[in-house]
């Protein structure tokens, strides 16, 4: 089945971008009627919906981080990749990148596999 | 943005339990929503979808309902892996998808 998992830097310097990538097995990350998002989570917090991506390479992104953040995909290397541009301390979190299932009946939209997440630390 | 406000957001219970935990959101919206399992260290995982879809594998203990602005997550008779924080999620007008704060269920 299909699975996700997250990779990049856990620490961070203040000012620098954070860089992280999700690479999906078991599957192709252009079948279906997917997207792909990126979720964070600060210790002890909620949950906070940071952005997505369509294999056509279009994205939405959080008003709030959007003149911070990009997501691109790479269909080659069945990967999507989440850069956030300078960070502070309130950037550290546990990255969780998702699959957002868009089905033809109405309400069908979910996030329905989930990485296991990868903390990142911002600090010097 | 759609504000999620659940309630209560801790909650205490027993083993057989019937727990319920409301949602409500701040504008309509419709049946977007998803109700999600967190235990500590470990990623959400869907329970349920389109307000009151039980999402394949998940035990039928646990049944969603509700449209517009109020939802509900009830499980039915509570188990020990049950033991968790619950989040609902919006996923009708974006920017941005949002999330319910959590309600962290614990063991009486």
């Known amino acids: 089945q299909v699975q996700l998992q997250e990779s990049g830097p856990g620490l961070v310097k203040p000012s620098q971008t954070l860089s992280l990538t999700c690479t999906v097995s078991g599957g192709s990350i252009s079948s279906g009627s997917y997207y792909w998002s990126w979720i964070r989570q600060p210790a002890g917090k909620g949950l906070e919906w940071i952005g997505r991506i369509y294999t056509s390479g279009s994205t939405n992104y959080n008003p709030s981080l959007k003149s911070r953040v990009t997501i691109s995909v790479d269909t080659s290397k069945n990967q999507f990749s989440l850069k956030l541009s300078s960070v502070t301390a309130a950037d550290t979190a546990v990255y969780y990148c998702?699959?957002?299932?868009?089905?033809?009946?109405?309400?069908?939209?979910?996030?329905?596999?989930w990485g296991q997440g990868t903390m990142v630390t911002v600090s010097s | 943005d759609i504000q999620l406000t659940q309630s209560p957001s801790f909650l205490s219970a027993s083993v057989g339990d019937r727990v319920t935990i409301t949602c409500r959101a701040s504008?309509?919206?419709?049946?977007?929503l998803a109700w999600y399992q967190q235990k500590p260290g470990k990623a959400p995982k869907l329970l349920i979808y389109a307000a009151s879809t039980l999402q394949s594998g998940v035990p039928s203990r646990f049944s969603g309902s509700g449209s517009g602005t109020e939802f509900t997550l009830t499980i039915s008779s509570l188990q020990p892996e049950d033991f968790a924080t619950y989040y609902c999620?919006?996923?009708?007008?974006?920017?941005?998808?949002?999330f319910g704060q959590g309600t962290k269920v614990e063991i009486k």
């Open positions: 504008q309509g919206i419709s049946s977007y």
């Open positions: 999620q919006q996923l009708n007008s974006y920017p941005p998808w949002t």
């Open positions: 998702a699959r957002e299932i868009v089905g033809a009946s109405p309400g069908c939209r979910a996030f329905d596999i």
